[in-house]
């Protein structure tokens, strides 16, 4: 197989399909809050803490014995994961659980995983 066979050798211009792209094209700045999700979930722990979580609701005790790490370091990950809207908390007396912010974070995971499964 050619370096060169995925390189387009063409010349003409499909003005419609262009068109029609551009006008459904979003702004800068959905690209830039896209990218940055994308960012905070490409870190290892940070895809670990999510496993967990997809699993159960859990307290960051509960994670850190799970990867086996620190409270302080499983408290500093579930932080950016709560800023960037990835995971929620609810206090229960003295104890916080995290979960999954939502459906839409629970299925792009488990798609992510899948998909990762499915090209073995």
Do not use: W
Not at 34 to 53: M, N, Y
Not at 96 to 120: A, N, P, T
């Amino acid at each position: 197989m050619s370096k060169n066979e995925f390189i387009c050798d063409c010349n003409i211009i499909h003005q419609d399909i262009v068109e029609d792209t551009l006008k459904k094209m979003p702004d800068e700045d959905l690209f830039n809050k896209l990218a940055e999700f994308f960012k905070i979930l490409g870190d290892t722990t940070r895809s670990k803490i999510l496993f967990a979580l997809d699993k159960n609701e859990m307290c960051v005790c509960d994670i850190a014995n799970v990867l086996g790490m620190s409270k302080s370091s499983i408290s500093h990950q579930l932080g950016t994961l709560r800023r960037s809207g990835i995971v929620k908390c609810r206090k229960q007396g003295k104890e916080v659980y995290y979960m999954l912010d939502d459906d839409h974070v629970k299925g792009l995971f488990e798609l992510g995983i899948e998909h990762i499964e499915h090209r073995k």
